[in-house]
């Protein structure tokens, strides 16, 4: 197993496509600009009307724009993998490193870490931009559940980007995977809510946005919520490893 584990020329190269690919990098920018920014526009919009005015749960309002972030989160995940699979890249990638694991392990790394590191700036900057602008509704770091939520929220991003990364190498197309995933985290939960009585609180958005509520309610906490996000994206991402491993490039 150690011979398939990333190594660090292998990480610098997947940083160099990163970086040159535009559309992906600007997806990872995306996240903090996406977030932070309509957090702030709906808090200056808002905030200040009246208490709740950002939702019944105050704390889960504060990560407001988290909703729209998310969104290029998934575009960060799948575009990073799907170059891969355009004009026999792939092939090029497998001929520099040979062992496929080592390459998706790589790859997968270089995804989260970047993903971890843009969410949790995003995390801090959402929080302290959108409650700059709540006035005497705003809430302050030290409040109860505050510093959970800001790391939850970055750790909750990141998982997002690689969900979506790992159902891009198992169907091989961005476009495909971000019109299935979209619909999926912005009309499903609701629709299987709804008909299902509470199977949506197990869906990937659903229990991951609980590390960002003030209290849980239903069957999950804060933290084993994230845990099923967590295993939506190891699924995905098991997934993804057999078909590289197994499909021809």
């Known amino acids: 197993m150690s011979a398939a584990l990333p190594t660090v020329p292998v990480l610098h190269s997947e940083w160099i496509k990163i970086r040159s690919l535009r559309g992906t990098f600007g997806a990872l920018i995306a996240i903090l600009v996406a977030t ?19 939702g019944e749960d105050p704390l889960l309002g504060a990560f407001y724009g988290i909703n729209f972030g998310q969104i290029a989160a998934f575009t960060f995940g799948t575009s990073a993998l799907s170059a891969e699979f355009h004009n026999g890249a792939l092939r090029t990638t497998l001929t520099a490193v040979p062992n496929r694991t080592r ?51 970055g750790v909750y991003l990141m998982l997002m980007a690689l969900f979506a990364a790992g159902l891009t ?43 960002m509520h003030l209290e849980s309610t239903g069957r ?13 994206a190891a699924a995905a991402l098991a997934g993804g490893w057999l078909a590289v491993r197994r499909r021809d490039a």
């Open 36 to 54: 932070a920014g309509i957090q702030a526009l709906a808090a200056a919009a808002v905030g200040q009307a009246e208490a709740g005015s950002m």
């Open 103 to 153: 390459f998706y392990l790589s790859k997968i790394a270089l995804i989260g870490g970047l993903a971890f590191l843009m969410g949790q700036v995003t995390g801090v900057l959402t929080f302290v931009l959108g409650q700059a602008l709540m006035g005497e509704y705003a809430l302050s770091l030290g409040d109860p559940g505050t510093l959970r939520a800001v790391f939850g929220s």
């Open 169 to 211: 190498a198992v169907l091989r197309s961005a476009a495909v995977v971000l019109s299935v995933l979209i619909p999926f985290v912005v009309m499903v939960p609701f629709i299987v809510g709804q008909a299902a009585g509470g199977v949506a609180e197990f869906l990937p958005d659903q229990a991951g946005q609980l590390v």
């Open 220 to 232: 999950l906490g804060p933290w084993s919520g994230l845990g099923v996000l967590a295993l939506w």
